[in-house]
């Protein structure tokens, strides 16, 4: 059975930073390529960055320069650095591995 399970998510101001992490299991996660998505209130889901087994990194555009992924195969984990966060990077976070989905995590950017 596939679990992706995330973790790190909670209010934080603008300007600060939040380490998101991704605990799967179920899957063949060395040669898994994973990824990050985020939805708004109100919005459609989009990607925020993918990572290849290979540790390839791909950002979308709005986030570049100020999030970083990364994994680490011997822990199964993907993680997701965001620095500098806006009040627009508010959004429930999904990690995605194999076609399955997390449960999602709250991200919220509030003064």
């Known amino acids: 059975q596939v679990h992706l399970v995330e973790s790190g998510g909670g209010l934080v101001q603008p300007g600060g930073s939040l380490r998101l992490s991704c605990a799967a299991s179920?899957?063949?996660?060395?040669?898994?390529?994973m990824g990050w998505f985020r939805q708004a209130p109100g919005k459609q889901r989009e990607m925020v960055a993918l990572?290849?087994?290979?540790?390839?990194?791909d950002y979308a555009g709005s986030v570049k320069g100020r999030f970083t992924i990364s994994r680490d195969n011997a822990k199964n984990t993907v993680y997701l650095q965001m620095n500098s966060l806006k009040p627009e990077d508010t959004a429930v976070y999904y990690c995605?591995?194999?076609?399955?989905w997390g449960q999602g995590t709250q991200v919220t950017v509030s003064s």
């Open positions: 990572i290849t087994n290979a540790g390839i990194p």
């Open positions: 179920g899957i063949r996660f060395s040669i898994t390529s």
């Open positions: 995605v591995g194999s076609n399955y």
